[in-house]
C-alpha cells in the first residue's frame, strides 16, 4: 500500500486487521519484522522552508537528496550529516527523510551538532489505532508539553508512522580542512580527546588505517587559523579527506561480512576495538572522537559478549539487530509502545 | 488559576503520613512545620502560594527513593523541586502534597575529560556545574537568567534554554545521562557516557517533562571547551521590523552568532535607568555576540555589521573591551529585575517562526492598548523566543486577571503564527489550560498515556502541565 495522504494513511492503519512492515525508501531497515508492506513514498513534498529561520518542514516521504539539493542552493544544510547505506548493504534505492528520522541516522558531525534527534524539532504520525498525532512544532526552541519529538526518532516505526518532520537547520561551512596524524588505533582516542579539548570546535573526528583525521569547518579564515593551530597541537598535517566516505562507511561496501554499529564511552574506543578483534572482528573504523565504532566481522559472530559496556547494533547481517536493554528500561520501553501501538501492528518485532 | 480540591483524607492523615517520612529517612530531612514549611509555599512564579503537607529534602538517591516508595504507598502526591525558580509554577504544591527537594544533593561525583562530561548530582546549581570546570578551560553550555541560583534538576524538568542556545542547543541537547526515581521507589539509570541510546530515546523524553514522570537525582552534562574569546557587538535601530529584517539577513548571510539578544524601547529604557549600561534612546535594540580567535571574531563581526549598515543603525557599537562586553551585556542581564523596579510582571515565554516577528510585535502593541497594561519585549531573537512582560500591580483588586487574561491572548497569538505557547519556562500550572489552544484532545491523550507509563497512579506533580479537564479521570 502506497497512501498519497496523511489522512488516507490514517484510514488504512485504523481499519487494518493486518500488520505492517513501514517503507520509506527501504535503504536502512534492520531488524527483522512481519507485515503487508506499507510505503510512505507517496507522502512527498517540502511543505515549509524558511531560510531566514533556518527551518524546515517536509513530507516524510520527501527524499533525502532532493532536500539536500534545496538546501545546498541556499548554502544551508541539516547540520547532523545523514548517513546513506546503499553502498554498504549493496542496494539502491531512495533514501526519505521519514527513514533518516525513524533510525536517528547521524553521522560524523553528531560530536559537534548533535544527531538527527537533536535537530527534529517537529513531527506529524500517525498511531497504532489510526489516530493523526503531532508534537514539537516549527520552532527552535520548545518546551510545550513531553518531548516526543525525540522518542519518535529512533523509534525505527514501532511507535507511529511518520508523516510530516520539522528541523532547525544550519547554514552550510564556508571552508573545510582536515588535520591527519600517523598513529596507532590504541592512541587515537587520546588524540582525538586532545583535539576535542582544544577551542578550535572539531567537526569531525575519525580513525582508520593509522591515520586519525579532524575536520574543521567554518568561514574561511576560521578554519584556516584553526587547522594550522590544531595541525601545531597535535603535530599533524593538512590534508583532504573523504568524509562523505567516512560518513557512508564506504570501506567495507562490497567486502563480505557483517557490520556493526557499536556506540561506547569516547575513551573506550581503543580497548573495546581491541576486544572486539580478538572475538573476531576484521576491520574497525572509529568515528565520534572514539564513541562511535563501524565493524566488520565475519557473518554470524555475536560481538556483543566483546562489550563490557556500550551497545551494537547489527547494520549488516541476519543476527539479532539490537542490544537487549537492562530489564527496567525494556520494561518502560514496553510499556510505551503498549500505549502507541495497543495491537502491536506497526513494525512488530523489529527492534526485538 | 484553579487547582484541584486537595483531598481531605490526606490532610486528615497528616501526622500518620509525617511520621511514616520520619521513619524512611533521617528526622533532619523531613520538615512539617507549618512556619517552616511556608518557605516552599510558592517558586518564581510567586502570584500563586499554597503551603504543603510536609516537605522532604533527601541527601542521596536512597533517601529519595525511600521518601518517593513511602509516599506511593500512602497514596500521597508529591511535588519535585529544584531551587524554586520556576517561572510557571512547576514547583508550586498543593495542599495534600509532599514537596520533594532536591537542594541537598549538590555534589560533583566525576569530571571526565577525555570523555568531556560530567555527572553531578542534580541539586548542584547550573552555574556551579560550569564552576566546578572553569579553572580547566570547560564550561556547560545551557545557560538560564537564573543561573545563579537554578538547579541541575529543575533544568531537566523544564528543558531549560538560555542566551546562547542559538549555538549550543538546550539542556536536552546537553545531557547524556540521568539516574532517576520513579514515583513507585525504583532506581533506574538512563543514557551514560555514549552518545545514543540502544533503543527508545528515553532520556529525551524525560527531559522537558516537568518532574511528572520521575525525579532526577543524578545527571551527566556534557561539557565543552571554552572558546577563546568572545564579543558582542550592539546595534540600536529605529523600528522592530527593521531590527528583525537585520536579523534575518544576519541568519540568511551563514552567520551564526552565539546569541542574538531583541529589547524594545520600554525594557531598553528600564534597563538604561536601572544599570546606566549606556543603551540608546531607540525602538529596537539588538545584542549580537560572537565567539571564537581574536581573528575569527574580527571576521565574524566585519559580516554583521556590513549587514546591519544596510540597514541604517542609530547606533552601532563593538565592544573593544572586556569592561565594554560586560557593559554591553550588563543592561540586557538585569533586563527583568529593571522591569520589575517599575511594577510588578508577568513574564511570558512564547515562541514564534522568526519570520513572524514584525507581525507578532504589532499583535502584542494592539492587545497592550486594548487591556490598557504596558508590555516590555526582550527575546532570544535567533531562535524566536519571546519573553514579553506584561505590567501590572498587584496590589490593585483584578488587574493579575486582566494581565493573566492578556498573557494568554498573547500566548494565543504566538500559536496563531506557528509558534508555541512556552520556549524554555514550561507549561507548570501558569500555562496548562492554554494547552487546548495548540494541541487536539488526542496529542493531549498521548503524552498522557506516557505519565500513565510512569505513574500509573498520577502522583507525581498532579494537576501540571495538562488541562484539569484533561487529566481529571487519570487524576482520580
Known amino acids: 500500500m502506497k497512501p498519497t495522504s496523511e489522512a488516507e494513511l490514517a484510514g488504512i492503519i485504523a481499519e487494518s486487521k493486518t500488520s505492517f512492515e513501514i517503507i520509506g525508501g527501504g535503504t536502512r531497515c534492520i531488524g527483522h519484522t512481519k507485515g503487508d508492506p506499507l510505503h510512505t513514498s507517496g507522502l512527498n513534498g517540502i511543505s515549509l522552508y524558511e531560510p531566514e529561520a533556518l527551518t524546515l518542514v517536509a513530507k516524510a516521504g520527501t527524499p533525502l537528496a532532493e532536500i539536500n539539493a534545496l538546501l545546498a542552493k541556499n548554502g544551508q544544510r541539516l547540520p547532523f550529516e545523514p548517513y546513506d547505506l546503499c553502498a554498504l548493504h549493496g542496494h539502491s534505492g531512495t533514501s526519505t527523510i521519514g527513514g533518516v528520522v525513524a533510525t536517528n541516522a547521524s553521522g560524523p558531525r553528531r560530536i559537534s551538532a548533535g544527531a538527527c534527534r537533536d535537530s527534529l524539532i517537529g513531527v506529524r504520525f500517525i498511531d497504532g489505532l489510526g489516530r493523526t498525532l503531532k508534537n514539537g512544532g516549527r520552532v527552535m526552541k520548545n518546551v510545550t508539553g513531553y518531548d516526543l519529538v525525540k522518542l519518535m526518532a529512533g523509534s525505527h516505526g514501532t511507535l507511529g508512522v511518520l508523516t510530516e518532520v520539522s528541523f532547525k537547520l544550519l547554514p552550510a561551512s564556508e571552508a573545510t580542512a582536515t588535520v591527519h596524524v600517523k598513529e596507532h588505533e590504541s592512541t587515537a582516542s587520546a588524540t582525538m580527546a586532545k583535539a576535542m579539548a582544544s577551542p578550535f570546535d572539531v567537526s569531525g573526528a575519525a580513525h582508520a588505517n593509522g591515520a586519525t583525521a579532524l575536520r574543521l569547518e567554518g568561514l574561511e579564515g576560521a578554519v584556516k587559523y584553526r587547522s594550522q593551530s590544531l595541525a601545531k597541537l597535535l603535530n599533524g598535517d593538512i590534508a583532504a579527506f573523504d568524509w562523505v566516505a567516512q560518513r557512508d562507511i564506504t570501506a567495507f561496501a562490497g567486502l563480505e561480512g557483517d557490520v556493526w554499529r557499536i556506540s561506547v564511552k569516547p575513551s573506550d574506543g581503543p580497548t573495546a576495538a581491541a576486544a572486539l578483534r580478538k572475538h573476531g572482528a576484521q576491520e574497525v573504523i572509529f568515528d565520534w572522537a572514539g564513541g562511535l565504532l563501524w565493524v566488520l566481522s565475519p557473518q554470524g559472530t555475536d560481538l556483543r559478549p566483546a562489550l563490557t559496556a556500550g551497545h551494537a547494533t547489527l547494520i549488516r547481517g541476519t543476527g539479532i539487530a539490537f542490544h537487549p536493554e537492562p530489564a527496567p528500561i525494556a520494561a518502560l520501553s514496553a510499556a510505551l509502545r503498549q500505549k502507541f501501538d495497543p495491537r502491536a501492528i506497526l513494525n512488530p518485532n523489529r527492534m526485538g | ?476
Not at chain 2, 93 to 106: K, M, Q, Y
Not at chain 2, 158 to 181: D, E, F, I, P, R
Request: overall charge negative.
Open chain 2, 1 to 476: 488559576m484553579q487547582m484541584p480540591t486537595p483531598s481531605i483524607d490526606i490532610l486528615a492523615r497528616k501526622a500518620e503520613i509525617v511520621a511514616r517520612l520520619r521513619q524512611a529517612l533521617p528526622a533532619s530531612a523531613v520538615i512539617d512545620d507549618p512556619f517552616e514549611t511556608k518557605a516552599y509555599e510558592c517558586d518564581a512564579l510567586s502570584a500563586y502560594r499554597c503551603p504543603p503537607l510536609a516537605v522532604v529534602l533527601p541527601a542521596s538517591t536512597e533517601e529519595t527513593a525511600a521518601a518517593l516508595k513511602a509516599c506511593h504507598d500512602m497514596g500521597v502526591p508529591v511535588v519535585p523541586r529544584g531551587s524554586g525558580t520556576s517561572l510557571a509554577g512547576g514547583a508550586l504544591p498543593t495542599e495534600d502534597s509532599v514537596i520533594l527537594g532536591v537542594a541537598r544533593l549538590n555534589q560533583v561525583l566525576e569530571t571526565d575529560y577525555d570523555n568531556r562530561f560530567i555527572t553531578v548530582q542534580s541539586g548542584r546549581t547550573n552555574l556551579s556545574v560550569t564552576g566546578a570546570v572553569e579553572q580547566d578551560g570547560y564550561f556547560y553550555a545551557p545557560d538560564p537568567s537564573s543561573q545563579l541560583a537554578c538547579a541541575i534538576a529543575g533544568n531537566i524538568a523544564m528543558n531549560s534554554g538560555g542566551a546562547h542556545c542559538l549555538k549550543y542547543g538546550v539542556t536536552t541537547n546537553n545531557l547524556l545521562g540521568v539516574k532517576m526515581v520513579t514515583m513507585e521507589g525504583e532506581t533506574i539509570d538512563i543514557g551514560g557516557a555514549h552518545l545514543d541510546s540502544a533503543g527508545y530515546d528515553l532520556l529525551g523524553l524525560i527531559c522537558g517533562s516537568e518532574g511528572q514522570l520521575g525525579v532526577v537525582t543524578e545527571a551527566t552534562l556534557r561539557i565543552l571547551a571554552k572558546p577563546e574569546g568572545a564579543r558582542p557587538v550592539l546595534i540600536g535601530f529605529e523600528s522592530n521590523e527593521v531590527a528583525g529584517a537585520c536579523v534575518s539577513d544576519i541568519i540568511r548571510a551563514g552567520v551564526l552568532p552565539v546569541a542574538i539578544e531583541f529589547m524594545d524601547r520600554p525594557v531598553i529604557r528600564a534597563a538604561e535607568n536601572f544599570t546606566h549600561a549606556g543603551y540608546p534612546d531607540v525602538e529596537a535594540l539588538l545584542i549580537i555576540e560572537v565567539e571564537g580567535s581574536k581573528a575569527e571574531i574580527t571576521e565574524q563581526l566585519e559580516k554583521i555589521t556590513s549587514i546591519a549598515k544596510q540597514h541604517n543603525p542609530v547606533e552601532l557599537r563593538e565592544s573593544q573591551s572586556t569592561e565594554e562586553s560586560a557593559n554591553i551585556w550588563k543592561g540586557r542581564k538585569a533586563a527583568f529585575g529593571a522591569m520589575g523596579q517599575i511594577n510588578d510582571y508577568m513574564c511570558l515565554d512564547g515562541t514564534i517562526p522568526v519570520s513572524k516577528l514584525p507581525e507578532t510585535l504589532r499583535g502584542i502593541t494592539a492587545l497592550s492598548k486594548q487591556y490598557g497594561l504596558d508590555v516590555g519585549n526582550v527575546f532570544h531573537a535567533g531562535d524566536g523566543n519571546m519573553h514579553p512582560l506584561i505590567l501590572y500591580d498587584a496590589n490593585k483588586p483584578g488587574d493579575l486577571e486582566l494581565c493573566e487574561a492578556m498573557g494568554a491572548d498573547i500566548l494565543k497569538l504566538c500559536v496563531e503564527v506557528g509558534g508555541c505557547l512556552t520556549g524554555e519556562h514550561g507549561v507548570g500550572v501558569e500555562k496548562r489550560e492554554l494547552m487546548h489552544s495548540q494541541f487536539s484532545a488526542d496529542d493531549l491523550d498521548i503524552q498522557m498515556a506516557v505519565k500513565d507509563v510512569f505513574d500509573p497512579k498520577w502522583l507525581l506533580n498532579p494537576a501540571k502541565v495538562f488541562p484539569l479537564d484533561a487529566s481529571a479521570g487519570r487524576r482520580q
